[in-house]
Nanobody
Framework: VQLVESGGGSVESGGSLRLSCEAT????????LAWFRQAPGKERDWVAT???????NYKDPVKGRFAISLDGAKNTLYLQMDSLKPDDTAMYFC????????????WGQGTQVTVSS
């Protein structure tokens, strides 16, 4: 199983980015999927989740600005990030788990997002 993120970069405050997480040899549509982020010197932190029924949940600071989605045909998870703020600067990771399991078993390598003021 391999999850490969892309789409990170450097933007100014208020800008947008769309992160992608493509899976190989693994059907994402059968999983609970999430995005996490880790800022320098901080622990990895949950950002958003999408369940197999399409239900989404978001960390409060990103509600209304970020949107998680899955394209089943492309087997790719996305995170659309709008109105970016410097506090969103972090390494972003996608993760997948079978929904009956408590922990995420599969992780991507991360993609860096840097937001300047």
């Amino acid at each position: 199983v391999q999850l490969v993120e892309s789409g990170g970069g450097s933007v100014e405050s208020g800008g947008s980015l769309r992160l992608s997480c493509e899976a190989t040899e693994y059907d994402l549509s059968n999983n609970c999927l999430a995005w996490f982020r880790q800022a320098p010197g901080k622990e990895r932190d949950w950002v958003a989740t999408i369940l197999t029924n399409g239900r989404q949940n978001y960390k409060d600071p990103v509600k209304g600005r970020f949107a998680i989605s899955l394209d089943g045909a492309k087997n790719t998870l996305y995170l659309q990030m709008d109105s970016l703020k410097p506090d969103d600067t972090a390494m972003y990771f996608c993760a997948a788990r079978l929904c009956y399991q408590p922990d995420y078993q599969h992780w991507g390598q991360g993609t860096q997002v840097t937001v300047s003021s």
